[in-house]
T-cell receptor, first 114, second 110 residues
Framework: KAGVTQTPRYLIKTRGQQVTLSCSPISGHRSVSWYQQTPGQGLQFLFE???????NKGNFPGRFSGRQFSNSRSEMNVSTLELGDSALYLC?????????????FGPGTRLTVT | GQQVMQIPQYQHVQEGEDFTTYCNSSTTLSNIQWYKQRPGGHPVFLIQLVKSGEVKKQKRLTFQFGEAKKNSSLHITATQTTDVGTYFCAGIQGAQKLVFGQGTRLTINP
């Protein structure tokens, strides 16, 4: 099976702009989670989608939003970008069931905000 | 808030030495997972522990889940340069939310 894919891999944006990141999970996986990784804060959970519904949400401002489509692909949007949003954004998919939380991570999108 | 504390933050060893990282939670965990992230890479799932007192081995890696399901450890015997990376624990707390520890970055002197 193909792994989790994320596009784009690298992105440079300016403060105040918005950005949309995309994630395609492993075929058959219905759960998609998003994480922000920075050197100072480690892996911070953003949100999880399961069957097009947001099931869990982390402690991030409303500028961070996401959605999941019927084919389980997911997008994450960040509006009004701030310098502090510079990070590696990781998407992870999970099969559900007994191994619900065994996460398979994608390579990430490296976002730089200038 | 919900936290999973992981120590140490950094560990540098000579190749061949053992390495251990510890994970502690203030609340009972439904299960605990361990991930490894190589430099420049993404986290890769290693193992999941579910039962109280569970011990699992993967070659030179030994994973333990505490009796109270509030702590866990990962021990690597006789480290090799391929073990370099950051090791994360992640636990399910309360409302089925996976919470990651801060990670232990392992570097090895060959």
């Amino acid at each position: 099976k193909a792994g989790v894919t994320q596009t784009p891999r690298y992105l440079i944006k300016t403060r105040g702009q918005q950005v949309t990141l995309s994630c395609s999970p492993i075929s058959g996986h219905r759960s998609v989670s998003w994480y922000q990784q920075t050197p100072g804060q480690g892996l911070q959970f953003l949100f999880e989608y399961f069957s097009e519904t947001q099931r869990n949400k982390g402690n991030f401002p409303g500028r961070f939003s996401g959605r999941q489509f019927s084919n389980s692909r997911s997008e994450m949007n960040v509006s009004t970008l701030e310098l502090g949003d510079s990070a590696l954004y990781l998407c992870a998919s999970s099969a559900g069931g007994r191994n619900l939380y065994e996460q398979y991570f994608g390579p990430g999108t490296r976002l730089t905000v200038t | 808030g919900q936290q999973v504390m992981q120590i140490p933050q950094y560990q540098h060893v000579q190749e061949g030495e053992d390495f251990t990282t510890y994970c502690n939670s203030s609340t009972t965990l439904s299960n605990i997972q361990w991930y490894k992230q190589r430099p420049g890479g993404h986290p890769v799932f290693l193992i999941q522990l579910v039962k109280s007192g569970e011990v699992k081995k993967q070659k030179r890696l030994t994973f333990q889940f505490g009796e109270a399901k509030k702590n866990s450890s990962l021990h690597i015997t006789a480290t090799q340069t391929t073990d370099v990376g950051t090791y994360f624990c992640a636990g399910i707390q309360g409302a089925q939310k996976l919470v990651f520890g801060q990670g232990t970055r392992l570097t090895i002197n060959p």
